[in-house]
Each structure stands twice: as structure tokens, then as C-alpha cells.
């Protein structure tokens, strides 16, 4: 007989919903979160120099991605877009909502 659940969540894993450059399995996070309301999904990675024939300097354009900035943290590898309607994994974090004043 078995004490509790084994995977210490009131839900199932969604292992099969869990995209490659995920930083954890999906759905092992907050019950109603996705990954498109947290802090880690999207970050600007920079781009290839480019010349400017105006300025004549060269510059580094900046690009935003949609993928997981956890799993960069953990790998240091740049992973790939993740899709902003799977369920939150376990390092989740609510993006900052800004107040507004009164």
C-alpha cells in the first residue's frame, strides 16, 4: 500500500505535451499556469553584426525569442521556441504585473 501520490502533484505529468528546450517537465508547475504568463518564455538574444553603410560602423541587432530563458540558465544552450499554451513546468514564475497608479 502506498502513502500519497509518487509524483507529489494532485494531477498527471503532461510528458507527452512537454516541448524540447522546456527547462522541466510541463505541467508540473502551478495547476493553472501556461508557460506564456511566465518570466523564464522569451528573452532578446543577440544577432550577427551587421555594417551600417550609413554610419560606417558595425552593430549587433537583438532578436526576441520565445524560448525558455530557464533552460538557457541550467544548459547554456539556447533552446528552442516553446509554445506559450503548455502547462507551466516547476520553475515557474509569474511575469511582473505592472500597478497602476491611483
Do not use: S
Not at 1 to 7: A, L
Amino acid at each position: 500500500m502506498t502513502i500519497g501520490n509518487p509524483n507529489l502533484l494532485d494531477r498527471p505529468i503532461e510528458w507527452n505535451m512537454t516541448d524540447p528546450g522546456m527547462a522541466f517537465f510541463a505541467g508540473t508547475g502551478p495547476a493553472a499556469e501556461t508557460c506564456g504568463t511566465c518570466k523564464f518564455r522569451g528573452y532578446h538574444r543577440p544577432g550577427r553584426d551587421k555594417f551600417d553603410p550609413t554610419t560606417g560602423a558595425y552593430y549587433t541587432p537583438q532578436y526576441r525569442v520565445g524560448a525558455c530563458g530557464k533552460y538557457l540558465e541550467l544548459t547554456g544552450i539556447h533552446g528552442p521556441d516553446v509554445d506559450k499554451h503548455l502547462p507551466a513546468c516547476k520553475y515557474f514564475e509569474p511575469t511582473k504585473k505592472v500597478e497602476q497608479a491611483e
